[in-house]
Nanobody, 126 residues
């Protein structure tokens, strides 16, 4: 049984930092690209970032480029998202997901991901 578990969310002031972590089990971790999504109340789920199976390539949505950094440790089956210079508009539930492929094809489309975590809340106060 595949399990994906996120951690590290919380409340932070604008300009601050948070580091999200995700652990996946029950799957061959390095067979999958891994992604982070977020969903704010009343909005659609949005693809934030994706990293190739070997960490050799990363994709980001424009609004987080230069502020967020995605990374993975295949030896530990973990995925991370370092979020710096946070803004109130980054407030959302953040989800970790395993892509159905090893590369981040169509990374922003949730339909390309097979396994999801339950999410961790990030709240940025102004």
């Amino acid at each position: 049984q595949v399990q994906v578990v996120e951690s590290g969310g919380g409340l932070v002031q604008a300009g601050g930092s948070l580091r999200l972590s995700c652990t996946a089990s029950g799957l061959t971790f390095d067979d999958h690209a891994m992604g982070w999504f977020r969903q704010a109340p009343g909005k659609e789920r949005e693809g934030v970032s994706c990293i190739r199976w070997n960490g050799g390539s990363m994709d980001y949505i424009e609004s987080v480029k230069g502020r967020f950094t995605i990374s993975r440790d295949n030896a530990k089956n973990t995925l991370s998202l370092q979020m710096d210079k946070l803004k109130p508009e980054d407030t959302a539930m953040y989800y970790c997901a395993a892509h159905r492929h090893a590369h981040c094809m169509g990374f922003s489309d949730p339909r390309n991901y097979d396994y999801w975590g339950q999410g961790t809340q990030v709240t940025v106060s102004s």
